[in-house]
């Protein structure tokens, strides 16, 4: 089964996604097991069922270090449905992100450096989580997907954009 990630320019990244009514469903099921199947082939840090086609209310961050992200931090993967944000920082960062539906470029986004979040997790437990730093800035990236937006639609300065080519020159 291969893994096709939406790219910019599909509908579906634009759209609000839908809340997930029935978490232990056939169908939510099969779309998580989709989304880690696809982080795992593709070396990303997170991903949202939008970016898989599906127009639902899950993300999942998956960190640890690999060839696109060589300094990520180590988690386990968490599934997040049906997250809201609840607090964030006033301190905001810049910070360089990309994207498996925007292959090729990378950007300085800014970001709040810390976030409080609401969401239900695989087991149907609500949980509340604070996300800091690198985790917080998957999550705030994931969560865009679920509201219509990519990383770009936040980029301050399109000299903040450049290709990953020169991205991972600059990068120790």
Known sequence: ???HIAKLGEDVLRLEAKKVE???SQKTQTIIKEMLRCLKKSSGVGLAAPQIFHSCQILIISSHPNERYPHAPYMEDEIIINPIIIETSKQKEKGWEGC???PGIRAQVPR????KVKYTNINNEEKIEVFEDFIARV????YDHLKGLVYLDRVEDMKDIITEE???KTID
């Open 139 to 142: 999550f705030q990236h994931e």
């Open 100 to 102: 498996l539906s925007i």
């Open 1 to 3: 089964m291969s893994c």
């Open 166 to 168: 020169i991205y991972f």
């Open 22 to 24: 029935d978490i232990k």
């Open 112 to 115: 709040h450096t810390k976030i």
